[in-house]
């Protein structure tokens, strides 16, 4: 991770089919350890660096502790996710 000066509160990003040795399913452990809530969502429901794309159709297939905390489940379509954080 680069030095920042805010974290931010949540993050959305796509599994890329779980990529070179799993780097998103390791992403959610490492944000949890500094406190960022995370949601992974799956390449089959969205395309793969558009950020728009997954709001709009990506499917949650991934979660940490502080997501599953916030009441964020599985299955969850994102956009629903994310209107579920700002309530």
């Given at each position: 991770?680069?030095?920042?000066?805010?974290?931010?509160?949540?993050?959305?990003?796509?599994?890329?089919?779980?990529?070179?040795?799993?780097?998103?399913?390791?992403?959610?452990?490492?944000?949890?350890?500094?406190?960022?809530?995370?949601?992974?969502?799956?390449?089959?429901?969205?395309?793969?660096g558009?950020?728009?794309?997954?709001?709009?159709?990506?499917?949650?297939n991934?979660?940490?502790?502080?997501?599953?905390?916030?009441?964020?489940?599985?299955?969850?379509?994102?956009s629903?996710?994310?209107?579920?954080?700002?309530?």
């Amino acid at each position: 991770m680069t030095a920042q000066t805010h974290k931010p509160f949540a993050v959305a990003f796509n599994d890329a089919g779980g990529g070179k040795d799993d780097a998103g399913r390791v992403a959610l452990r490492e944000l949890q350890a500094v406190g960022v809530l995370a949601i992974l969502y799956a390449h089959t429901s969205a395309r793969i660096g558009e950020a728009q794309d997954g709001l709009d159709n990506g499917v949650v297939n991934g979660l940490n502790a502080l997501a599953q905390a916030q009441g964020l489940q599985l299955g969850m379509r994102v956009s629903d996710a994310v209107r579920h954080l700002g309530a």
